[in-house]
């Protein structure tokens, strides 16, 4: 499995730019960095049949998010809502700090 540094982290808001969910925005709800993956809330939805537990008495269709890969998400830059690739820009004093390529302006981290 490939392990690369991502600059997408839980909480930035990002685009689907390739396959079925195309131009479909969302929350990263998870990033699985083991299999270069994120989660993104309300895209790639997925449907799983249950059957009736004491836990859930009901059972029924439970919906949750799948996995995408990070290839297929692009990072949306705050300043102009446009959908951009990044860049990390190191200051002198060492600190990190996240540019947009299209803006050139900063993307702060979520939280």
Not at 56 to 74: D, F, R, W
Request: proline share 7%.
């Amino acid at each position: 499995m490939a392990r690369h540094a991502t600059r997408i982290v839980k909480g930035d808001r990002v685009r689907v730019i390739r396959g079925n969910h195309r131009e479909a925005e969302g929350t990263v709800l998870r990033v699985l960095r083991g299999s270069d993956r994120v989660m993104v809330q309300g895209v790639n939805m997925r449907k799983r049949h249950v059957r009736p537990t004491q836990e859930n008495p009901e059972g029924g269709i439970i919906t949750s998010e799948a996995p995408i890969h990070l290839s297929n998400v692009m990072l949306i830059d705050p300043a102009g809502g446009e959908a951009s690739r990044i860049r990390m820009r190191v200051e002198p004093d060492g600190f990190k700090e996240r540019i947009a390529v299209k803006s050139g302006n900063p993307v702060p981290k979520p939280g």
